[in-house]
């Protein structure tokens, strides 16, 4: 009893002389959650009560331990700000860290040292620096994410410190600043099956060594700056792959044919790269494919047919716009050249369509048939295709001068019409087929063929027709002088067609001069929604397109002789667009513009038209090279998002243009007059998707259209239409240019719309604000981009770039919201009031584009982004896709609030022994996870 009591008294003694002896959580464990408490900005919102020393005796709220050491902080998505201490590395028990959706801000804390740390959120909150050390000693980790954190604003690199977490299978980094090339440090982690590295700064190649990495989720799309290159071929052998996302990157070479193997695929995205070739029709083939984006790329041939519920492939050299429909033959025949020589971008993107003849680059073609093949110096590299051998009609082929290799293929001499075959200067191999003697084949400065090493090849050089080299003439001296005529009368003939046509059109640009430029200013008209003043100059002087001679020869008929303009199928009869809109009856009438009435035509067949008809009290030289450039402009061209020309007439004064019927007008009637025209007004979805249409559009104008760019000069809502399904084109290309190369700026005459004009297009403002005092200006594509980001303006607000009946501060759309300070609440209330603001995911892509527009308008033409960044932009939004998965509150009545083991019990309560092999909610993505697979069950960390 004596010994009771002592022991009793001792225990009272030593409680009074430290006061946490009866404390069940490890005071360090306490005194760091103390600083996580005084570091935050609003600690209230934790719940932590104040003075207590045991957090885990008391259970305090979202911190859960094993024994009496902290094992678990849960705080994802409370609005917490503040910073975090420095030691917080101190809780050595740490297992799973929850942080994820808050403000957090400063330093992130280091995690060295957490040898038990499995699983790490801290992805969406506003950490702007990395610790050196943090990723030291992690050899436990599964899962990482840092995704959305500003970190290191000038870049940083992943260190080779990660490569001690060798169980690592979960790693998300998105939008957190990474520069450099992909780490290779990743290559040799075998367990990692997720990996998102989307929108950083990373660039160079994928590493080889990925090749072998169990990967079911790839994010490497939307890299900033140099971008992602090299090829893809590293995906290929990813045999796990469920989800690649590589678009809005510099990919280029073809679709690996080996992706046929990647039968988990599910999701593959690689539009907006460079890459060339087939699309592999194994890929098509893929059953568990559910979505296929292959826009904004350079492939060519047929479309696979396949049943893909997502595919997409706009803005594709193809030769057909549908899947399953196979090439013509000598597009067959062509492409199997073009991949021989590994698809050059430049004539995989030129290449386009289903005719060689229509304006291939280096394709000459006589009627309809291909007759020569022109690509000297092309820098072409690979080998010869036997396939040439299918262009029966095929007369003269010159590849000389590129870096051609192996031997020439022996079909190319069942060639009949085959006259020329230059193939000098290539790095050809022996033997050289026998052709016959009517074939001039050329293979001088081949090396190999020159000195082929065996008496046998070296005799095959000289077999057949006619071949040339340094050495030896094969026909003997005649022929050998005869080339030397040529050597001599070819340059000497050459030269005097340049001197004479340069001293043509040096008396032309001086017959030129003497007239001066006519500013044509068109008044408004009540009847166009725009109610704007459209200005052109007519410039006598300016190299403008042409679509044909025929159509100069018949610009000073005054006849009323009916007759058409020859130019291929373009061509309609006039009496037929008579009858279509019944003698261009007023009730058809859809719209005026500067120069004409656009007309509603509906033919025998019950095909609708529009028909463009000029007035002939407009009918000048102007208004003729406006009606030239619109007929050579959409020949040339051809994109869904552009109205397709159908047809063109002329009968005396008139001139026609037949356009494809666009149902529901301009844009401008359902921004400006929906009311008046009892139209309902346009949802934030449907402007989104018109906004978008119309940015491939004009990316295609200026960087894919044949081999060329051209700048519009007038784009405006009023001149972008709608279909039936409120699909967009542009149109009226009348005040067309080529672009210039380069960055150099275009001098050119003003043309365009008061409301929509860049900055550069004029030099001064007189004091009336309707006319320039300087006509002259400097343009480039950047104009376009200017009057694209007045469109968006126009999306947003629903209000008239241009608009004399509203007061000073509104008047000029663009300088209203320009000069302004806008506030959160403030561009709300200049929000089109038909789009719900209070919607925080619509306003949140207002917001968006609203910055778009900002950029686009900048006053610096060089400020202003290209329109593939636009494109970019807008298509994140529209077309915003996300694994499905479920809810897991709804489905299993799981409390993520409990501790781990109360919850793996849940799971095993709810689905027997097996978490659901799905996608999860993002808004659990911080979920303590059971230790064994719960890794796999992620899909995406960052709920992208």
Known sequence: MRYRVKLLLLLLLTSFWDPCAWCATEPGDVAVLEKIRKGLDNP???????????????????????????????????????????????????????????????????????????????????????????????????????????????????????????????????????????????GSMHSLTVLQMSDNMLSGEIPQSYATLPLQILWLNEQKGNQISGTIDAIASMTMLREAWLHGNSFTGMIPSSIGQLVSLESLWLNNNQLVGVIPENIAALKQLQSLRLDNNFFVGAIPETSIANFSYSNNPTCQDTPGVPCSVEVTALLDFLNGVNYPVNLAKSWSGNDPCNGWLGVSCS?????????????????????????????????????????????????????????????????????????????????????????????????????????????????????KQLVIVVPVVVGIFFLSLAGFLICLIQKKKRLPPAVVVHPKDSSDPDSFVKVAVADFNANSLTATGDLHSNISSATTESHVVQSGNLTVSVQILRSATQNFSASNELGRGGFGVVYKGELHDGSMI?????????????????????????????????????????????????????????????????????LDPLPWKRRLNIALDVARAMEYLHTLAQDKGFIHRDLKSSNILLDDDFHAKVSDFGLVKLAPNGDHSMATRLAGTFGYLAPESFTELPPDGIFWSTVTGKITTKADVFSFGVVLLELVTGLMALDEDRCDEKRYLVSWFCDSKWSREKLKEAVDQQIDASDEEAFQSVCKVVE?????????????????????????????????????????GIDFGQPLLQMVKGWQDADGTCFPSRNIDDSKESIPARPAGFAESFTSLDGR
């Open 367 to 483: 009627g309809s048939n291909v007759s020569t093949i022109n690509l000297p110096n092309f820098n072409l590299n690979g080998t010869l295709s036997p396939s040439l051998s299918r262009l029966s009609s095929l007369v003269h082929v010159f590849l000389q001068g590129n870096h051609l290799n192996g031997t020439i293929p022996t079909e190319l001499t069942s060639l009949q019409s085959l006259k020329l075959l230059n193939l000098s200067s290539n790095n050809l191999e022996p033997p050289v087929p026998k052709f016959s003697n009517a074939v001039n084949i050329i293979v001088d400065n081949n090396i190999l063929i020159q000195n082929p090493g065996t008496p046998s090849s070296g005799g095959d050089n000289t077999s057949g027709g006619r071949s040339s080299t340094p050495s030896k003439p094969v026909n003997g001296s005649s022929e050998s002088k005869r080339s």
């Open 610 to 678: 529009a028909v463009k008809r000029m007035e002939s009290a407009v009918i000048s030289k102007k208004g003729f090279e406006e009606f030239q450039a619109e007929i050579a402009v959409l020949s040339k061209v051809r994109h869904r998002n552009l109205v397709s020309l159908l047809g063109y007439s002329i009968e005396g004064n008139e001139r026609l243009l037949v356009y494809e019927y666009m149902a529901q007008g301009a844009l401008s009637r359902h921004l400006f007059k929906w009311r008046e025209l009892a």
């Open 852 to 892: 778009l527009a900002g950029h686009c308008t900048a006053r610096d033409p060089h400020q202003r982004p290209d329109m593939g960044h636009a494109v970019n932009v807008l298509s994140s939004m529209v077309q915003k896709w996300k694994p499905g998965g479920y809810d897991l509150d709804e489905n299993f």
């Open 44 to 186: 209230e919102l934790l719940k932590w009560p104040s003075g207590d020393p045991d957090p885990c005796g008391n259970k305090w709220p979202h911190v859960y331990c094993a024994g009496n050491r902290v094992s678990q902080i849960q705080l994802q998505n409370f609005g917490l700000s503040g910073r975090l201490p420095e030691d917080f590395n101190e809780l050595t028990e740490l297992v799973n860290l929850g942080l994820q959706r808050n403000n957090f801000s400063g330093e992130l804390p280091s995690l060295s040292g957490l040898s038990k740390l499995q699983y790490a959120f801290l992805n969406e909150n506003q950490f702007d620096t990395i610790p050196a050390d943090f990723f030291n000693g992690l050899s436990s980790l599964e899962v990482l994410a840092l995704s959305k954190n500003p970190l290191n604003v000038s870049g940083w690199m992943l260190p080779k410190a990660l490569g001690d977490s060798a169980q690592l299978t979960n790693l998300s980094l998105i939008d957190c600043n990474l520069i450099g090339p992909l780490p290779e440090v990743l």
